[in-house]
């Protein structure tokens, strides 16, 4: 099922995720919606808190990017209850957007590798090291599970040259081609 993607101002996409319980029945489903959802967003990463629901699930998709990045061909993975627990003092700068900031991308400065311990698909415990953009991608999702947006990690002046299209955001107003959630609707 396609759910729609909650939009910036959404109070769930300032709280804090909490670890949710390890269940197959209950998970399996959410996972396929997610995936489902990612899909027709047409989005690398999807967190839990973007569809309504403050649990530490992200999904990520990387394989339309294998034609440049032949690694992550048939790159789909669940994280479940992932905690970045370490991180590389090296850093990368590079361009970023969110489904649930349509329009927006910006300039985020990020370490480019971490460390995550989390749960995967069969439910079986997982503790790597991730690097590249998947790391990238990592991190972004783990701000939504920590309840922060990427544009918390701009500078001020940058916040203040997008503060009309956030305002927009926060009218309900928001235009993309998959399903959404603002606080007007």
């Avoid at 209950?26 to 629901?53: F, R």
């Avoid at 698909?121 to 991730?130: A, G, I, K, S």
Wanted: glycine share 6%.
């Amino acid at each position: 099922m396609i759910l729609p993607i909650y939009i910036y101002g959404q109070p769930v996409l300032r709280k804090v995720a909490e670890d949710v319980e390890l269940n197959k029945e209950v998970l399996e489903p959410l996972i396929a919606d997610m995936y489902a959802t990612l899909e027709v967003s047409e989005g690398v990463g999807l967190a839990a808190p973007q569809i309504g629901k403050a649990i530490r699930v992200v999904v990520v998709d990387l394989s339309m990017l294998a034609e440049d990045l032949p690694e992550y061909k048939d790159f789909r993975h669940a994280y479940i209850n992932g905690h970045i627990v370490e991180a590389s003092e090296e850093t990368e700068t590079m361009s970023e957007g969110c489904l649930s900031l349509p329009g927006i991308s910006e300039e985020v400065t990020r370490p480019k590798r971490v460390r995550i311990q989390y749960y995967d698909e069969q439910l079986q415990p997982r503790d790597e090291w991730v690097d590249g953009f998947l790391a990238r991608v990592l991190q972004h999702e783990h701000d939504h599970l920590e309840g922060h947006v990427f544009t918390d990690r701009i500078s001020p002046f940058r916040r203040s040259m997008i503060k009309s299209k956030l305002t927009a955001f926060l009218k309900g107003k928001a235009r993309c081609h998959y399903k959404v959630k603002t606080v007007k609707s």
